[in-house]
């Protein structure tokens, strides 16, 4: 069993751009594949102090503080920006990282933040997220010496330079999302990645086996996608501290080891063995109490080697 282990953070929780950077440079030194963040402007549940920070701003300042280590979201929301501009900041990212940056790209699906800061938010997204991963891959994929257009319901491109390029010759794109047919079919058009966020364990293996069909379907080899799943994650070097850390995000230690990574070292380690069983090759280590990277470096120490 071998699995890539990376962290993923919520910032909208209540972190400011520095707490981000301790975790990313903490999480690179530790030698976790990737520092990844949600998109969002608003807190669910608490005040989140002090303030929202925007995804691609951070990751931008992220790209010039790190070095090694890969950098993503999971997921932007696909009505907080127009393709066009959002193609254009990932790719200015990916060359300020030097080749280290993923999109994650989801249709949006929390309405109060869009409310809170005069964001719209249409009824129908799906065919907005389908347009937009066409625009971005597209302009991605553009030669430079040639332009690109795009005509559809939601955008339209007359002769786009497609400019900037990015540094990879292609950005990994992650999908995710737990409809039957549609969104499969959309990993397999655009997708490299497609996630299960905090699925219910039962489900994994067959929805695995759901987006592998539409591979097939599409003709496209299932071995050329990743299939990752975001588990939230509190472990501890036995169970005082387990239950220490449960408390410091909140959360009730039976639930937590229902659904997450989590409880001593050897149960952390066999939770991460069963998703890998199920067809899992990279987990997404959701940590809610920035400030505590013995966490982090405990999770390094003691599970990561044993998976």
């Known amino acids: 069993m071998t699995l890539d282990l990376r962290v993923f953070v919520e910032p909208q929780q209540g972190a400011s751009y520095d707490d981000q950077l301790a975790v990313a440079r903490a999480a690179e030194d530790l030698g976790f594949s990737a520092f990844f963040r949600s998109d969002h402007y608003l807190a669910m549940g608490g005040d989140g102090l002090p303030g929202p920070t925007d995804s691609w701003t951070t990751l931008a300042g992220l790209a010039r503080e790190t070095t090694t280590i890969r950098l993503g979201t999971l997921v932007t929301s696909a009505t907080f920006r127009h393709p066009g501009v959002l193609a254009i900041q990932v790719a200015q990212v990916d060359q300020m990282s030097g080749g280290r940056v993923e999109l994650g790209l989801g249709a949006g699906w929390f309405a109060r933040e ?98 592998n069909e539409a591979l097939a379907d599409a003709g496209r080899d299932p071995s050329t996608l990743t299939h990752s799943a975001a588990l939230v994650v509190a472990v501890g070097s036995d169970e005082a501290q387990f239950r220490r850390r449960a408390e410091a995000i909140g959360r009730q230690p039976d639930e937590l080891r229902e659904h997450g990574v989590a409880g001593t070292v050897g149960e952390a380690v066999d939770r991460l063995a069963q998703v890998a069983a199920d067809g899992v090759t990279r987990v997404y280590l959701q940590v809610l109490d920035l400030h505590d990277l013995d966490h982090l470096e405990l999770i390094a120490r003691e599970v990561a080697p044993r998976v």
Do not use: C, M
Request: no cysteine; charged share 15%.
């Open 114 to 211: 869009h409310e809170a800061y005069g964001i719209p938010f249409p009824a129908k997204r799906f065919g907005i997220l389908e347009e937009q991963l066409a625009v971005v891959t597209g302009l991605w994929a553009t030669p430079a010496d040639e332009t690109y257009s795009f005509a559809g319901e939601h955008y339209t491109l007359t002769d786009s330079p497609a400019l900037p390029h990015p540094v990879q010759e292609r950005i990994p794109v992650i999908v995710g999302g737990g409809g039957p047919t549609r969104t499969p079919a959309l990993a397999a058009r655009f997708a490299t990645e497609y996630n299960q966020a905090f699925p219910e364990l039962a489900t994994i293996a067959p929805r695995i086996a759901v987006v």
